[in-house]
């Protein structure tokens, strides 16, 4: 391809990775002397990007060059012209606001972290026939299932003998685990065509690494009558852990990248990607206990969960050898997320499809000898995600830089920060966070 060359002799290579989502819900429901909490909590896993040097620039999917294309894009792998292993950490904070309509059951505002292995990978440039071939084996996180949360709910009783009563019950919840991919992918030059490269990869979804368990939600509910006068009556506290493992699903990613046009330094390159439908196979568990010794509640069953169909497009622009611009946009069809429960039961509550653009672009600076070179990263972004049967608008930017040195190593960081708010029915939702990458690349 006619940009093969450029990022070697400019000393290439970064990392990102950018997916489909989904949307769970837990209703908080609780019995045996604990009166119900009704409202609802919306737990959405969030989608993770890999890499540092695509986050810290947001839109990636027409650059694809660097290892992390196997997501992206990977028809970008083409342009790895040496060996590489990378491997990349990650950390967050989040402030989420659960304004609740009604006074009487209040959720609070929420700040936690979290952190996790983002991404992995080794890829190998080889030759097949006339056609140069870049084969990679990755992992990466695709879904984060963090969240945490407590909230009140005070139900007012009648009058008992001459005392005025109401029952206040308290639950605290926290949910942790993400789901990631194991990916084998490959991209390939025409030979006929060589502005034009083509990319597949196919993809295993499990569990985290970190985990025993692809996500996990623990909630615990104590409750308290309040008479005046006394004395209060303390109800039986009760805890709940719902487990989901053993995911079971694969997915294609189908990638294209066309080098439209090319004058000396000038290089416009479009990117295509399409990351197919498929069904996530889970046991869920959910664990119910009293702290007075009762028996448990066990619920125990098989599910299905269907992901949409996701298609995206990119451009990418080389004004030099040292600045880019690029820009995406990538539509998830939500509408057809459905979960599907061993009773027969399916959940479809998502009408609406979404669509995400992201702007950014990349300045190097290269030395004399061009021995390092240090890369500076920005973007903008729009990405809305669902909750609930809503879709909430995320805006967010981001920032980078990179350091690459004497071909051998590549250091990225990159940093993201999003907000969001939307009306939920019953809440009002505000979400604000705080993202950070950092990204280790050998080339060999």
Request: net charge negative; with cysteine; charged share 20%.
């Amino acid at each position: 391809m006619m940009r093969k060359n450029l990022h070697m002799r400019q000393v290439k290579q970064w990392s990102a990775k950018r997916t489909l989502l989904l949307t769970i819900i837990v209703c908080a429901s609780f019995t045996s002397g604990v009166h119900a909490l009704d409202t609802v909590i919306a737990i959405t896993p969030k989608p993770v990007g890999s890499g540092a040097r695509a986050l810290g620039q947001s839109a990636f999917i027409a650059v694809a060059d660097d290892a992390t294309a196997a997501s992206w894009n990977p028809a970008g792998l083409i342009n790895l012209e040496r060996s590489e292993a990378s491997f990349v950490g990650a950390w967050r904070y989040v402030q989420e606001d659960f304004s609740a309509a009604n006074p009487l059951k209040p959720i609070y505002p929420e700040n936690w972290s979290d952190s996790e292995i983002n991404f992995m990978s080794y890829a190998q440039p080889i030759e097949v026939g006339n056609s140069d071939v870049v084969l990679s084996v990755n992992y990466h996180q695709v879904y984060d299932f963090a969240v945490e949360f407590n909230r009140n709910e005070t139900t007012p009783l009648s009058p008992l003998a001459g005392s005025t009563r109401q029952m206040v019950d308290r639950e605290d919840g926290k949910s942790k685990g993400a789901i990631s991919a194991y990916t084998l992918a490959g991209g390939l030059s025409m030979p006929d065509w060589p502005e034009i490269s083509i990319g597949v990869g196919i993809n295993w979804y499990a569990q985290s690494l970190l985990n025993d368990y692809a996500w996990q939600v623990k909630k615990t509910t104590t409750g308290v009558t309040l008479r005046d006068p006394g004395p209060d009556i303390v109800h039986t506290p009760s805890t709940s852990t719902e487990t989901f493992d053993d995911v079971q699903a694969h997915n294609f990613t189908l990638g294209l990248l066309w080098d439209a046009y090319e004058k000396q330094e000038n290089l416009l390159t479009f990117g295509l990607v399409c990351h197919t439908p498929f069904t996530v196979g889970v046991h869920r568990e959910v664990y119910r206990v009293q702290s007075d010794d009762s028996e448990p509640n066990v619920v125990d069953e098989s599910m299905d969960i269907d992901f949409p169909l996701s298609l995206g497009a990119g451009l990418n622009y080389r004004f030099s050898d040292s600045l880019s611009a690029a820009f995406d946009v990538e539509w998830k069809e939500w509408s057809k997320f459905t979960q599907k429960h061993s009773d027969g039961t399916e959940i479809s509550r998502i009408s609406d499809d979404t669509l995400a653009y992201r702007l950014g672009g990349e300045y190097l600076f290269l030395d004399s000898a061009r021995e390092s070179v240090l890369a500076c990263r920005g973007g903008v972004f729009y990405e809305p995600r669902p909750a609930w049967d809503k879709i909430v608008p995320v805006y967010g930017f981001s920032a980078g830089l990179g350091w690459t040195l004497r071909e051998q190593f590549s250091l990225d960081f990159a940093y993201q920060y999003r907000w969001g708010e939307e009306d939920l029915g019953n809440i009002d939702y505000k979400i604000k966070e705080d993202f950070f990458v950092l990204s280790l690349i050998r080339y060999f």
